[in-house]
């Protein structure tokens, strides 16, 4: 089993970010990739693998940590949704 924040619609992420200030070496993380582009790669690399896409609810609060870029919870619409210090909020 593969876990990750995968997204629905057709786009895909790719980040850098650095703690602010400016002085900080510029980090990569937090790449999120579509749905379509998985398929696509497994389908290429391993004919007649099966793909299980399976929603994932979050069981538990995860409480904002000293590194600002670790997933913390927060609540939305009585939803809990995981977040970071990019200000994305992951479904």
Known sequence: MITADINELDIDLITRYRNGGGTE????GWNIFSRQTIETIVSSVAKGCRINFT????PFEIPLNIDPMRNWTVSIAGKRLTTNGSGLLVR
């Open 25 to 28: 070496t510029w980090q990569s």
């Open 55 to 58: 929603d994932f609810k979050m």
